[in-house]
């Protein structure tokens, strides 16, 4: 079918290069193909975008939206690019806009215990700021080291230390965004407590760029505890019994600052990556860390270990042992990864659930005769099994997709959510109904329409 534009690809261009007066405009192949397609996403690519910007301040958010509103061109938020969910990759004809050259720390108060910072800010840099004044940033994702604030805002991030400190939610306060017609909102501050209004600030947090632009965020900080920090490790038989130690853990009052749980196959995997034989000591790996413990802590954690039968139980309070045992835990995805094709999954239970959706797991892959490498945040109920087949093989195989509609369906049945720390992007939005339930897909649509009546920001993501 001819189409008639009304406007050339050189007037568009000209136009969105006209209202970027602080930032970058870029158009070339090779930085579209890159910035649109991200390696780190499930499920394929999703579109070519137009144009590249690399904002570098409100206005320039505002003349990006100005251009998308003029040409309806849709326009989708990115920071350092890391979303495994389909979340921020291009969109065929649409303005990319970058956020990583809005990367710094306006503020640290030690006297409010808050830090102000722009979305480009990287999760650990901050963490180390803070440090420096004897405070720390809470939010521990897996990708700390290169995951920024914005990101994790735009996907409500989890991570490892979600069991004590809670998620990213948990920890902003407040946040100040251009809404899709330019108008600039300030949400929520820097108080610990607000109760006035509609909480729009937590609206936005896990709204993945759909709502508006994020373009700065106030966050907790909390004081470094005293004490020692205990980490260690302790094996079990399985999973299921590893699941109900953790839930006595949690239940018991020593606080874990981390539960992190590796099945049976990954601490095999892990011991072909690492060149270590922990596999030797039984079916499934817990990793644990206790901040501003004491011996009475610690003999309580240790009791409950040995009630659930754990085995070979090592606890560390050297610096060094901490950070192997850390880097063991963030070397569970390469171990996995490696030489395989793979989909990594993200669902939460309710912590009841998580013993049964582990033996569910395992079962599973048994049925269907696939492997199935089971870890996750123990601790909150977080569960991430991957699914892996032969790099042989290009297109996720039919057996594959079952496995991970079963599961999905299984978490919904045990009351859980298949998207506890990763987002939904486009590769779960299909199951807003069934997750939701009709009235609040609707709903969602609606709150939507509301911000966003032209459906320019970061369309087909969070929801379909």
């Known amino acids: 079918m001819t189409v008639f534009s009304a406007y050339s690809d050189e007037e568009i261009l000209t136009y969105l290069q006209e209202q970027v007066k602080d930032g970058t405009v870029k158009t070339d192949a ?10 780190n996403a499930s499920g394929g690519e999703s579109g070519l975008a137009r144009a590249f910007v690399e904002v570098a301040s409100v206005e320039d958010i505002q003349g990006v939206l100005r251009a998308a509103r003029k040409f309806h061109i849709a326009v989708v938020p990115q920071t350092t690019f890391s979303s495994t969910v389909i979340g921020s990759d291009g969109i065929d004809g649409a303005i990319i806009i970058s956020m990583r050259k809005m990367n710094q720390i306006l503020e640290i108060s030690k006297e409010d215990s808050v830090a102000v910072v722009q979305p480009g800010v990287v999760n650990g840099d901050l963490d180390q700021e803070a440090r420096k004044q004897g405070l720390f940033y809470a939010p521990d994702p897996g990708s700390k080291p290169f995951s920024s604030i914005g990101g994790n805002v735009s996907t409500n991030a989890g991570g490892m230390s979600t069991v004590r400190f809670g998620a990213t939610k948990d920890n902003v306060l407040g946040l100040k965004a251009v809404l899709a017609d330019g108008r600039v909102v300030k949400l929520g501050g820097r108080t610990l407590k607000q109760a006035f209004g509609y909480d729009l600030t937590q609206l936005f947090v896990g709204s993945e760029g759909t709502l508006g632009i994020i373009f700065e965020i ?26 109900k130690a953790v839930t006595a853990i949690r239940m018991s009052g020593v606080y874990p600052t981390m539960l992190e749980a590796l099945d049976g196959n990954t601490v095999v995997a892990l011991d072909h990556y690492e060149k270590t034989h922990y596999a030797d000591n ?91 490498y089971t870890a996750g945040h123990a601790g909150d109920g977080n569960v991430h099994p991957t699914f892996t087949w032969s790099e042989d093989e290009d297109d996720v195989p039919e057996v594959i997709i079952e496995a991970l509609r079963q599961t999905f369906w299984k978490t919904l049945e045990l009351g859980g959510t298949i998207s506890g720390e990763h987002a939904v992007g486009m590769l779960k939005n299909q199951w807003n109904n069934p997750e939701l339930g009709e009235n609040v897909d609707q709903l969602q649509h609606q709150i939507k329409t509301l911000f966003d009546p032209m459906n320019l920001l970061n369309p087909k993501r969070k929801i379909d």
Not at 220 to 235: D, E, T
Not at 293 to 320: C, F, H, I, M, R
């Open 30 to 39: 090779a930085t579209l193909k890159k910035q649109s397609f991200n390696p």
């Open 218 to 243: 106030t966050v907790k900080l909390m004081p470094i505890p005293l004490g020692k920090s205990v980490m260690g490790v302790a094996f079990f038989e399985d999973m299921g019994t590893l699941a």
């Open 282 to 372: 039984s079916g499934s790996m817990l990793i644990f860390r206790l901040d501003g413990s004491s011996d009475e802590t610690v003999g309580v954690l240790n009791d409950l270990l040995a009630k659930y039968n754990g085995q070979n139980v090592q606890v560390t309070t050297d610096p060094g042992e901490q950070k192997a045992l850390e880097k063991l835990r963030q070397d569970m995805l390469p171990a996995v990864f490696a030489g395989n094709n793979h989909l990594m999954e993200d669902m939460a239970m309710p912590l009841s659930q998580l013993a049964p959706m582990m033996d569910y797991l395992q079962a599973l892959g048994k049925k269907l005769g696939i492997k199935i």
